[in-house]
């Protein structure tokens, strides 16, 4: 994987083939970034990101100068690669080893980005619980928008606070906002 844009614009990262992980590709990575940039400056946001993996996503947030990134996922390994590379490339990256779903029922915290990379296997009824619990929590600052990465396969646009989808092969973003209830 490598970071787009921003203070290490072109750094190649290789995480360890042990990771049980599917990174977002560089396509829809630099795809999804040229949308977030119509929506917010990068230096003044904070950023969850849930099912991390590798931190892929944060990185790319940490290079385009964001302040607060929290990391949530379940797997030691994958927080312990991305309390590791936090620290060598100086990003303000907290990475929190929990249960997605566990983390978004306990949290008093609030994010203008929620990003979603889960499995692709996950089922359509736990993708909404995932909507669910980020807007039922008011877990988004007013202007904050929920964005799930998923497989192509499956749809979420019936969803409530959906707003819209872009593919990229076979990856889908869909976003959710408070105005689209």
């Known amino acids: 994987m490598r970071i787009i844009s921003g ?3 072109g750094k190649q990262l290789i995480a360890p083939r042990t990771l049980p992980v599917r990174p ?8 999804l970034f040229n949308i977030l940039n119509n929506y917010y400056y990068m230096d003044s946001i904070k950023v969850l990101d849930l099912f991390a993996g ?3 996503i944060s990185y790319e947030f940490g290079s385009r100068g964001c302040p607060d ?3 949530i996922d379940s797997h030691i390994g994958c927080i312990q690669y991305i309390q590791k590379t936090a620290l060598a490339l100086s990003y303000p990256i907290e990475a929190i080893k929990s249960d997605v779903f566990t983390y978004l029922e306990r949290t008093l915290s609030k994010w203008d980005v929620i990003f979603a990379d889960p499995p692709y296997e996950m089922s359509l009824e736990e993708l909404t619980r995932l909507v669910s619990l980020v807007f039922d929590r008011a877990l988004l600052s007013p202007d904050g ?3 799930i990465e998923h497989s192509a396969k499956v749809s979420m646009g019936e969803q409530p606070y959906f707003d819209q989808e872009r593919r990229y092969g ?3 973003f869909s976003f959710f906002e408070h105005s689209k209830s």
């Open 145 to 147: 928008i929920l964005i």
């Open 54 to 56: 590798t931190g892929n």
């Open 170 to 172: 076979g990856t889908t």
């Open 24 to 31: 977002t590709t560089d396509f829809a990575k630099e795809s």
């Open 7 to 9: 203070s290490h614009r």
């Open 69 to 71: 990134i929290t990391c």
